[in-house]
């Protein structure tokens, strides 16, 4: 379940090893700003929530119990951030411009030189703020994480066959938008 490395590096930091921890975050670092991109739609939010969950793993990493791996454990972590965002966002009813320029998706990808992607993937986000937050959530997880139904179920704790149904109803809307936005 848990990679033996990752193991030994909560260890190291549980005893007290500051290197240990900074260890753990330059690696999970990218892969928890990128599912926050997602899940928010803009950079400074998932800047924001990205740190928050930094936090949060320095303080809590004590309570991983090694019953499921340590992503699956982040990836709980950095969606019940994410969502707790987006209540907070919305019940504080703050009207944010985005920043034309943070709405590229960040990956290990090239893709800022490339305008068709770039204006692809600009299309793309807008599309998954305009769908139900439990049918973005699993979207992103299956889509862009490419993880199984069961993995979804046990960071989110929903049964498969209800994430199936949010996944089908999201592609579904996701697929229609998407040819609006051409």
Not at 89 to 104: I, M, N, Q
Request: with cysteine; aromatic share 10%; charged share 30%.
């Amino acid at each position: 379940m848990i990679f033996e490395r990752e193991k030994i590096l909560i260890e190291e930091f549980l005893a007290g090893s500051e290197l240990a921890f900074n260890e753990l975050a330059r690696k999970y670092q990218p892969v928890i700003y990128a599912h926050c991109r997602r899940m928010l739609g803009n950079h400074m939010d998932a800047d924001e929530v990205t740190q928050e969950v930094l936090i949060v793993l320095y303080n809590k990493l004590n309570t991983f119990q090694f019953k499921s791996s340590l992503s699956t454990w982040i990836y709980r972590v950095t969606t019940t951030r994410s969502l707790n965002f987006i209540k907070k966002k919305s019940l504080r009813k703050f009207l944010f411009l985005d920043d034309d320029e943070a709405r590229v998706l960040h990956s290990g990808d090239d893709v800022a030189n490339d305008y068709e992607n770039k204006t692809r993937l600009e299309n793309l986000d807008k599309v998954l703020q305009k769908i139900p937050v439990k049918q973005r959530e699993v979207f992103i997880l299956r889509h862009f994480e490419e993880l199984t139904y069961e993995e979804i179920s046990e960071i989110t704790g929903k049964s498969t066959g209800g994430l199936k149904a949010n996944y089908f109803h999201a592609l579904k809307k996701v697929t229609e938008l998407m040819e609006d936005e051409k």
